[in-house]
């Protein structure tokens, strides 16, 4: 039983990692391609996107790996009814009892990487991300700067883009600066060789000095510009919002379960959630992966899936009722796990009793 315990522990493993992988890139690069358009609008540096993706991993990972899981049952367990494997496994005395068992004894490292992930790893990585995210938002126009790039700043009123930009950020070669005026004058046009940043001892304020160019003022579609050249030409390089924001996600544990904010406690309870539903797909997933050999490989991954989704749906349905006080914390989450845990033994189960509940009325009918 050893040997069959590890041939079905290998057969799910390896599809569960497949699956995940794809998964994963799939998820993460949408992901990064937010960040990365972030980027390109002068809102995050382009230095910190991988060290952003590298703390959202474990967040990604605590969703993918039950999904993962439950795709690895059906695929290596349809695989082995369509070649006749787990006929020859059952005509050998393995019932489906005990391919259920040992498939939940496979599940138990699944069901610790989605705990530590879900109850420690994650809230860690999403600390990180909220710490990035709040010196980003601190940051300077100046700092987030990128040479060749045209970049709305300052809330939109302002786009700057300059040519060259030192290591340091500290020079700039060939800019331009387009902002509109405040006293209602229109636009205002700058041009310059080369610019520097200039911070003030006595204050602390930073300024852009920019030499050997030129301003244009005026209305657009108007003739009546002003023009002014200049030697060199100072601008107030305005500071990022000091303000610091929390991300919910980035709280602990222990924090959410110290806390009475109904958000908090929602939050607590999702976090348990995670690592709970991977033993109930798994109890539906053995059942959901027998396939007729007349019917395909994949015929079952349809309703499958469809069984996947509306338990996933109806826990963020959950959630969500949970936050606004409308299900008592008692009952939380549970509810939605008993409906599916019930469902999973009924798939599994409920057909025998069925059958044997006929014969018993046929045998007595006919005694």
């Keep these: ?15 569960m990692l497949a699956v995940s992988g794809i998964l994963l890139m799939v998820f993460m690069s949408g992901r990064f391609i937010k960040y990365l358009a972030d980027a390109a609008a002068g809102e995050l540096a382009g ?36 070649e006749s494997e787990m006929t020859v496994l ?27 992930m879900s109850l420690y790893v994650s809230p860690w990585g999403m600390k990180q ?9 601190q940051a300077t126009e100046f700092e ?40 209602g004058k229109g636009l205002s046009i700058i041009t310059a060789r080369e610019g520097s940043q200039l911070i003030d001892e006595d204050t602390g304020s930073r300024f852009l000095v920019l030499e050997e160019g030129a301003r244009f003022e005026g209305i657009p579609g108007n003739l009546d510009y002003d023009v002014t050249g200049f030697d060199a030409y100072g601008l107030k390089i305005r500071g990022g919002d000091a303000r610091q924001k929390e991300l919910e996600e980035g709280l602990s544990t222990w924090d959410l379960m110290a806390s009475d904010d109904p958000g908090h406690r929602a939050m607590l309870h999702w976090r348990f959630t995670l690592p709970l539903i991977v033993p109930i797909v798994t109890l539906l997933a053995v059942r959901l992966s027998r396939v007729n050999p007349r019917q395909g490989r994949f015929f079952h991954l349809l309703p499958a899936m469809l069984v996947y989704i509306t338990y996933l749906g109806l826990l963020i349905v959950a959630r969500d009722a949970l936050e606004s006080g409308k299900v008592p914390e008692w009952i939380g989450l549970l509810w939605v796990h008993a409906i599916f845990l019930l469902l999973g033994l009924w798939l599994l189960f409920g057909p025998a009793w069925l059958n044997r509940r006929r014969l018993t009325r046929e045998g007595r009918a006919r005694a």
């Design 1 to 15: 039983m050893s040997i069959v315990f590890r041939y079905l522990t290998r057969q799910v493993i390896v599809s």
């Design 129 to 137: 991300v909220e710490a990035i995210f709040n010196e980003q938002r």
């Design 47 to 82: 230095d910190v996107l991988f060290q952003i993706m590298a703390y959202r991993f474990p967040g990604f990972l605590e969703l993918i790996l039950p999904l993962g899981f439950f795709i690895g049952i059906l695929l290596a367990y349809g695989r082995m009814y369509l």
């Design 144 to 183: 987030m700067l990128a040479p060749g790039r045209f970049q709305s700043l300052s809330s939109g009123e302002r786009v700057t883009y300059t040519e060259g930009l030192s290591d340091d950020k500290r020079r700039l070669e060939g800019v331009f600066i387009a902002e509109y005026n405040r006293n």
């Design 90 to 116: 059952f005509a050998c005395g393995v019932s489906e009892k005990q391919l259920l068992g040992k498939t939940l004894i496979g599940s138990i490292p699944v069901i610790l990487t989605v705990g530590a």
